[in-house]
């Protein structure tokens, strides 16, 4: 069942994904050469709860980071250590946070120092993916319509989908129904309704789409060693299109 959420509790994800906005707007700055993934999951941490959220991430299903920080081939699910960022490399903050029990999910991919023409590449195309995805939302169309969208834009530029990752509805749990693939035909799935909540979120690749899960039993990367990018919004559904609720 895909709930449909009151003006109420849209209000509290608009809070929830405000905070989320903000803590990527505060983190931004540190993302330079030398810091360590664990100095920039402490300072979210610690953003997010003066903020009076808690980060979702920290203990869903044991994930024992505050959020998912992944660098360059890690697609998701990385886990802040002693790692430090170097120059060139691409770095997904992927940042969830809880308020008044209402959830807030939103992923940016960024260019640490000067990078790579394939990583600047990767970077542009799949936040236009994601944007793409965005336009089509509105009461009336179908998950498949936005899945469409993605993969329609992914395969012009020539970049992998993931298919075994998805976008999610969202509320008073991180991850609800629907499941929103990045692939798939237009005129399929549910119906979406004024009122529903989701996340999009394109994961692409400059190689082969496949993906492997490290030791860590965390961490996704790509098989072939390529860049990935990962760009995420929480949406509410509108009659005339969508609101986003981790935006500016
Ligand atoms: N935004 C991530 C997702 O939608 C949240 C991951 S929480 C974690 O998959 F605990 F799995 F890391
Ligand atoms: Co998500």
């Known amino acids: 069942m895909i709930n449909i959420k009151s003006e109420r509790e849209i209000e509290l994800l608009r809070q929830a994904g405000h905070i989320v906005y903000e803590t990527h707007q505060y983190l931004k700055p540190f993302l330079k050469e ?11 941490a610690e953003f997010i709860k003066k903020c009076g959220a808690t980060p979702s991430c920290k203990g869903y299903q044991g994930y024992p980071a505050n959020i998912c920080i992944s660098i360059n081939d890690e697609v998701v699910h990385g886990i802040a250590g002693r790692r430090k960022l170097k120059n060139g490399d691409i770095v ?20 640490v120092g000067n990078v790579s023409s394939d990583a600047k590449y990767i970077l542009e195309h799949t936040e236009k993916a994601l944007y793409e995805g965005l336009k089509v939302v509105k009461a009336g169309c179908r998950v498949g319509d936005i899945s469409h969208a993605i993969e329609e834009y992914a395969n012009k530029y020539h970049l992998g989908v993931i298919k075994e990752l998805t976008g999610h509805g969202v509320g008073n749990h991180l991850h609800e129904e629907p499941n929103v693939p990045n692939y798939g035909k237009a005129g399929t799935g549910p119906i979406l309704k004024e009122g529903m909540v989701i996340a999009i979120e394109p994961m692409l690749t400059i190689g082969s789409p496949d993906i492997y ?8 990367k790509t098989d072939d060693g390529s860049l990935s990018g990962h760009f995420e919004h929480t949406v509410v559904v509108r009659n005339d299109g969508c609101e986003i609720l981790t935006g500016e």
């Open 213 to 220: 899960m490290e030791d860590d039993d965390w961490t996704i």
């Open 34 to 44: 030398g810091i360590t993934t664990k100095e920039i999951d402490d300072l979210a």
């Open 92 to 111: 997904t903050l992927d940042i969830c946070a809880c308020y008044k029990g209402y959830h807030g999910d939103s992923a940016w991919s960024y260019p």
